[in-house]
């Protein structure tokens, strides 16, 4: 945040004192956003949410929304899961979401949090003839878990949710529960992350984020089909392994052993970013530091989301 005594160099900055919202429709103070009890999204956990980043550029005194419209195009997916439309199209979900931004008028990193939800204050478990609504908020924000050091995870006692039961492609809140019991298992257990393996055994992912190992040069990653979030922080970091590392992606079922026996483990996603770990179930993962193949993605990635690289800009859209 700004200062009392810094002035914006920008004109189109602004400083604010309060945050905004977008909700039923319009703008409001954050303050104001607020459903009734009995909402069907907050009793049953009918809604669907995305995470998204916007990072400040100082040198360039601009904010920059990372993956606007992929991310507005898969929370529409997601909502057809739970049997809900909206108005909005994702090019009008991503103007609201840079006129937000601009209303709050932020000089520093941001989360921005979309969530498509059964707005109808009724009670009954059902899907059909909900209406369904859309509210959209930023605050300033973070590192989510540690980016450069390294964690120290473990392979939870509880498994992901399969895709016949709740879908994990698409990010519904009320599935979100299977990952807050692993991750608090794992720090209460002394451990800073979860691994959730699925149902027959195999890797699936981290409690809100996807997963990757290296083994002799080659980076190995769960196919969407072991119960994964299709991620989108995923998907770029395999594109920049192929094309600016010329390293070989391979995408299928990973054994839990394969953990411990890996050189290289990271977690990553728009929230945790990436996120190298060191330490899986007390056992040390490449002599317990971040490894070359991790280093290399990360100082990419976070160049790129920060408009450091041209050629990633098209991944940014710039708020002001």
């Known amino acids: 945040m700004l200062k009392q005594d810094q002035e914006p160099r920008t004109a189109s900055v602004e400083k604010t004192t309060e945050l905004w919202a977008f909700f039923r429709g319009e703008f409001v103070p954050l303050r104001d956003a607020n459903i009734n009890v009995m909402t069907h999204g907050f009793n049953y956990g009918t809604a669907v949410f995305e995470g998204i980043r916007a990072y400040w550029n100082a040198d360039e005194e601009q904010l920059f929304a990372l993956e606007l419209l992929p991310h507005f195009e898969r929370i529409r997916a997601s909502a057809r899961l739970l049997m809900m439309e909206i108005r909005q199209s994702p090019e009008e979900l991503a103007e609201i979401a840079c006129e937000l931004l601009r209303r709050d008028g932020l000089r520093e990193d941001v989360y921005l949090r979309p969530i498509i939800y059964k707005s109808s204050e009724t009670i009954g478990v059902r899907l059909h003839n909900l209406d369904a609504d859309v509210t959209i908020f930023g605050v300033p924000f973070g590192q989510y878990i540690d980016t450069e050091g390294g964690i120290r995870a473990q392979v939870s006692t509880w498994r992901r949710t399969d895709d016949n039961a709740i879908p994990a492609r698409g990010k519904i809140t009320g599935a979100y529960v299977n990952g807050a019991l692993a991750k608090s298992e794992a720090q209460l257990n002394g451990f800073d992350e979860a691994i959730v393996l699925t149902a027959d055994g195999h ?102 989301v920060r408009g450091r690289l041209p050629a990633y800009r098209s991944w940014l859209t710039p708020v002001y």
């Open 203 to 304: 890797v699936s992912e981290g409690s809100a984020e996807n997963l990757f190992i290296v083994k002799g040069g080659v980076l190995v990653t769960p196919p969407v089909t072991d119960n994964i979030l299709e991620g989108i922080t995923r998907r770029r970091l395999m594109e920049i392994a192929r094309e600016e590392l010329g390293v070989e992606v391979v995408e299928r079922s990973i054994d839990r052993t394969e953990l411990y026996g890996a050189d290289e483990v990271f977690l990553c996603g728009t929230g945790a970013q990436m996120s190298p770990v060191i330490e899986i179930d007390r056992r040390s993962i490449g002599g317990g530091r971040p490894g070359p193949v991790t280093k290399a993605l990360s100082r990419i990635y976070f160049d790129a």
